[in-house]
């Protein structure tokens, strides 16, 4: 169990970001089949194969803001599509903004709102817009409460998975204001965001890896 | 789910196998995934460069060759190339006049795109980007996504690759890109839904006697779903969509394209053609110049697209220029 | 059944309207329904006439055009025309120095081409047949109705096209096209059927994972059914089956044609060639010239069609040579 | 009841197979479709719709040999495909060998015997090789066969359908050798042939004609 975020945790972290998206891949290609295109499993399939590869290759003591970065270009690089662009600016821009060795509750979650605005700058959604965002933004306000409350990294990173699930499944009502889905307009109500779902998968791993 | 394939991981690498294999007057680059011209870069000329999610075809490879574009970035199916491949792209056929991209308006292109400006600017190449969102079945708006790129994407690359040709520079050559574009307006009515190779099964369930009516490329569902109609009351409604978001007026000229969306038959293209440009005559508009075939699909998606793009001296005698690709010769 | 259509009874003609919109640049017939070369009567050239039942777009009015056909005569879908249609091409064409018809072996075809040829000897012109029968699905024996013809047509109608448009005579232009049939071989294979639009629904039910073999361009079943395989296997087979009813050895060059039958989505279509191009690399064969698309279709059928026709130098001349027609430019 | 082949008797022999043909369109089809191409039905109907229009512009008193080569002529410049030269041939030779100004049953058994000639002279197809001449042979000997006992023209005619319909049937278990069924092989074993069944009902007219 780790009380800052190290190149272990990091590592531990996207490996399990990795094996959640292969797991959860048909679900993420089923969503978006529904209301976009049906890639977004193989997409962030292909995606995370990739960073479990180029994570290898980095030195034992690369601290955990390097792994990010690397993930994030990786993802820019294999992705394509709109998450791969927005995943891996994400990433990218919080791996840079993260201190070395390693990075505290309260460093990993301003790197991450760094992550989100990059994010948001990139794609212009907003919370609501039914995108990743609505599972990002509340999984790092979870974070930042957390810090300021003074609670655990791993008790964080359970609250910031539970609050990016609840985003999650908080698109379902919602009608897209961004992305594909926002094509099909009022059809788009009912249907939860891929994104978003990935998102919270995310999170989640990150309060697997944190658990173990 | 039936396909002509080996495994869907392997689609995009096996389809430019066999584009490199047909095609050997071009040169398919398969590990940086680009496709261009043999005689690039050409010193002096502007480089035209587009490029998007594959199962478009002949979109976008089939538009490379003298006349149209210089190279092709082709993403995995359905999903926007990496700025990997378009930085490989310009690299390949930057001439030292500058480079400017098609990008059809799609979130994934747009942002891919625009990182891969970033790169090339970053090597001191100047990067012009045409947007292509020609698709009135969404509306245009700043709180969207905004309009989709479909059809107008061959008049572009069509009119810009003709000026690029010539020896014009980069503004000039993504202005008359702009200018086609903002001239072009399209919608898409689909019969049956297509199939991506990964997801294994159709994007969505239509009954047997109904049809999406605005559907975009991606085998997204539509605007909504309606009952098939004979194909005179069907284009009607198309053509009447199509002029309810353009500015032509009776005595305009258009270049139209009927536009098979993958396993339309042709003969029902010409078919619906025929509807086209009758209904466009009642109302004044002359068809001055026509494409009818599969030229942006979507996979095995049945079902057509109607472009209209308003033309004028320039765009006509652009559109009149020699181009020599795989899937349009004229001239 | 789902067709951009008015109605079964109008499809022929609406098509042929709205082709006559697409294509000024021929004179299309609607009420003797036939297709010709604007410029037609050309004194002293021998006129190629061709024709066959619709539904196999774009074949042939899409082959009208300098270079290739003077004339076409579309029948009903998937019906033979009628004597009197072919009587109006070879008027409206003939410029007297004689006539060519490419009839694809089916007994409709024959008989009223036959019928054809008989009336206008009754009016003082000479008319020579090419019959195509390339598909060796059916075997040939004069107990059965022979090998049909499929994506031959497409090389015959360009070689005896280009020999034609130079001034040849009759019987040269008969003989080259006769010869470029002897030379060809081909073989299909369907993923599904086709709809007649006056049947109202598909030739034959295809379960999800079962393809057809040995399928002919008129939607009846094949030799046997198959589950459906990788494509390079699927193509093994088909190769292997092509190669065994043809005269090619190492060493020797092709023209190949990969054809979809309708509904293929093109990308498929150059994975299959790529498969193709591989596997006859393996047995020495070098594809010399190629085509890769809708060519010889069967209306909204999944699939394709492999054609290998055996080049020598004339017959790569006469491929390379100018062609201006609605489905194929070359040159 | 007509005991010879006059003007009123072909007209009626001839409406009587276009009404056939318009009723059992949809089944020819289906016939077609299962071992050929599917537009038997639709040929045939179209054919016949234009032999009706071109009969009413023929005079009161044309022979009923006109008549026939009337037709015949109508369904080769119609139809199209197999049946279209083959059905015109049968009865446009047919018609021409027919007497004027009426035509005795022997006089009918010899000119159908010569268009069936016609069809095969053109078609090339035997007896047993899952065709029209199935039907069409077996119904010319059974005229030829009524003519000599002195049956009349009525009893004649209900033998020939008869013999024409057992044809059809006998062609089921047959594998075709002529015609688009012989592109399945065994595969068109099981299936009756379109164009026999279709000489059924032009028989059938016959005596359905007589009969009234
Ligand atoms: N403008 C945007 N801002 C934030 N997220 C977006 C935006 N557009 C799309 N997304 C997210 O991307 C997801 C789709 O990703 P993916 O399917 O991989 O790409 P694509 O839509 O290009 O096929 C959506 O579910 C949504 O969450
Ligand atoms: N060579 C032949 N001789 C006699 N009858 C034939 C021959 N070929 C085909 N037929 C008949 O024609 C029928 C098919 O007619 P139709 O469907 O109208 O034409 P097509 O086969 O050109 O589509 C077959 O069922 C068969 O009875
Ligand atoms: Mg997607
Ligand atoms: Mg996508
Ligand atoms: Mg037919
Ligand atoms: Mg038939």
Same mark, same amino acid.
């Given at each position: 169990?780790?009380?800052?975020?190290?190149?272990?945790?990091?590592?531990?972290?996207?490996?399990?970001?990795?094996?959640?998206?292969?797991?959860?891949?048909?679900?993420?290609?089923?969503?978006?089949?529904?209301?976009?295109?049906?890639?977004?499993?193989?997409?962030?399939?292909?995606?995370?194969?990739?960073?479990?590869?180029?994570?290898?290759?980095? *030195?034992?003591?690369?601290?955990?803001?390097?792994?990010?970065?690397?993930?994030?270009?990786?993802?820019?690089?294999?992705?394509? @599509?709109?998450?791969? *662009?927005?995943?891996?600016?994400?990433?990218?821009?919080?791996?840079?903004?993260?201190?070395?060795?390693?990075?505290?509750?309260?460093?990993? #979650?301003?790197?991450?709102?760094?992550?989100?605005? #990059?994010?948001?700058?990139?794609?212009?959604?907003?919370?609501?817009?039914?995108?990743?965002?609505?599972?990002?933004?509340?999984?790092?306000?979870?974070?930042?409460?957390?810090?300021?409350?003074?609670?655990?990294?791993?008790? #964080?990173?359970?609250?910031?998975?539970?609050?990016?699930?609840?985003?999650?499944?908080?698109?379902?009502?919602?009608?897209?204001?961004? @992305?594909?889905?926002?094509?099909?307009?009022?059809?788009?109500?009912?249907?939860?965001?891929?994104?978003?779902?990935?998102? #919270?998968?995310?999170?989640?791993?990150?309060?697997?890896?944190?658990?173990? | 789910?039936?396909?002509?394939?080996?495994?869907?991981?392997?689609?995009?690498?096996?389809?430019?196998?066999?584009?490199?294999?047909?095609?050997?007057?071009?040169?398919?680059?398969?590990?940086?995934?680009?496709?261009?011209?043999?005689?690039? =870069?050409?010193?002096?000329?502007?480089?035209?460069?587009?490029?998007?999610?594959?199962?478009?075809? =002949?979109?976008?490879?089939?538009?490379?060759?003298?006349?149209?574009?210089?190279?092709?970035?082709?993403?995995?199916?359905?999903?926007?190339?990496?700025?990997?491949?378009?930085?490989?792209?310009?690299?390949?056929?930057?001439?030292?006049?500058?480079?400017?991209?098609?990008?059809?308006?799609?979130?994934?292109?747009?942002?891919?795109?625009?990182?891969?400006?970033?790169? %090339?600017?970053?090597?001191?190449?100047?990067?012009?980007?045409?947007?292509?969102?020609?698709?009135?079945?969404?509306?245009?708006?700043?709180?969207?996504?905004?309009?989709?790129?479909?059809?107008?994407?061959?008049?572009?690359?069509?009119? %810009?690759?003709?000026?690029?040709?010539?020896?014009?520079?980069?503004?000039?050559?993504?202005?008359?890109?702009?200018?086609?574009?903002?001239?072009?307006?399209?919608?898409?009515?689909?019969?049956?839904?297509?199939?991506?190779?990964?997801?294994?099964? =159709?994007?969505?369930?239509?009954?047997?006697?109904?049809?999406?009516?605005? +559907?975009?490329?991606?085998?997204?569902?539509?605007?909504?779903?309606?009952?098939?109609?004979?194909?005179?009351?069907?284009?009607?409604?198309?053509?009447?969509?199509?002029?309810?978001?353009?500015?032509?007026?009776?005595?305009?000229?258009?270049?139209?394209?009927?536009?098979?969306?993958?396993?339309?038959?042709?003969?029902?293209?010409?078919?619906?053609?025929?509807?086209?440009? %009758?209904?466009?005559?009642?109302?004044?508009?002359?068809?001055?110049?026509?494409? +009818?075939?599969?030229?942006?699909?979507?996979?095995?998606?049945?079902?057509?697209?109607?472009?209209?793009?308003?033309?004028?001296?320039?765009?006509?005698?652009?559109?009149? %220029?020699?181009?020599?690709?795989?899937?349009?010769?004229?001239?």
């Amino acid at each position: 169990m780790s009380f800052t975020l190290d190149h272990q945790l990091a590592l531990a972290w996207l490996r399990a970001a990795a094996a959640a998206v292969e797991r959860e891949q048909q679900r993420l290609t089923d969503l978006d089949a529904a209301i976009g295109d049906g890639d977004h499993g193989s997409n962030l399939r292909r995606g995370f194969t990739a960073v479990t590869e180029a994570l290898a290759a980095l *030195p034992a003591d690369a601290p955990p803001g390097e792994l990010l970065t690397k993930a994030g270009t990786t993802l820019i690089s294999k992705v394509g @599509g709109a998450s791969g *662009p927005l995943y891996g600016s994400a990433l990218r821009t919080a791996g840079r903004a993260l201190p070395a060795p390693t990075a505290d509750l309260t460093a990993l #979650a301003e790197g991450l709102r760094a992550g989100l605005t #990059a994010v948001q700058k990139l794609g212009g959604a907003a919370v609501g817009d039914k995108t990743m965002v609505d599972a990002f933004e509340p999984a790092v306000a979870a974070l930042e409460r957390a810090a300021f409350d003074g609670f655990s990294l791993r008790e #964080a990173a359970a609250l910031a998975a539970e609050a990016a699930q609840a985003g999650a499944r908080a698109t379902v009502p919602l009608e897209a204001r961004k @992305g594909r889905a926002s094509y099909l307009g009022p059809r788009s109500v009912g249907h939860q965001d891929p994104g978003a779902t990935s998102t #919270a998968l995310l999170f989640q791993a990150l309060a697997d890896a944190t658990g173990r | 789910m039936k396909k002509l394939i080996n495994t869907p991981e392997t689609v995009l690498d096996d389809t430019l196998t066999g584009f490199a294999a047909a095609h050997p007057e071009l040169t398919v680059d398969r590990e940086a995934r680009v496709i261009h011209r043999a005689d690039a =870069p050409r010193a002096g000329k502007v480089a035209l460069v587009s490029g998007g999610g594959s199962g478009h075809e =002949p979109l976008h490879a089939g538009f490379v060759g003298p006349g149209m574009l210089d190279a092709a970035c082709p993403g995995e199916i359905f999903t926007s190339p990496v700025p990997d491949q378009m930085l490989a792209a310009v690299k390949a056929v930057h001439g030292g006049a500058g480079v400017v991209f098609v990008v059809k308006n799609y979130t994934g292109d747009v942002l891919n795109f625009e990182l891969a400006a970033e790169l %090339a600017a970053d090597e001191g190449i100047e990067v012009r980007t045409v947007l292509v969102d020609d698709d009135v079945a969404v509306k245009d708006s700043t709180w969207t996504a905004g309009r989709r790129g479909t059809g107008a994407t061959v008049v572009v690359e069509k009119v %810009a690759g003709a000026l690029a040709e010539r020896g014009a520079d980069a503004a000039a050559v993504a202005s008359v890109g702009q200018r086609a574009n903002a001239a072009s307006r399209s919608f898409a009515v689909a019969l049956t839904a297509a199939t991506v190779p990964a997801a294994g099964r =159709p994007g969505f369930e239509l009954p047997a006697d109904e049809i999406e009516v605005g +559907v975009g490329i991606h085998g997204e569902p539509g605007r909504r779903r309606e009952r098939l109609r004979p194909a005179h009351e069907l284009v009607a409604e198309v053509v009447a969509t199509v002029l309810a978001e353009h500015t032509l007026s009776a005595g305009d000229e258009v270049i139209a394209l009927v536009n098979g969306l993958g396993a339309t038959p042709l003969h029902e293209l010409y078919l619906v053609y025929g509807e086209v440009a %009758a209904q466009l005559a009642e109302h004044g508009i002359t068809i001055a110049r026509n494409l +009818v075939g599969n030229y942006v699909t979507s996979l095995d998606m049945a079902g057509f697209s109607l472009t209209l793009t308003k033309a004028d001296a320039e765009l006509l005698e652009l559109w009149d %220029a020699p181009a020599r690709t795989p899937a349009l010769r004229i001239g």
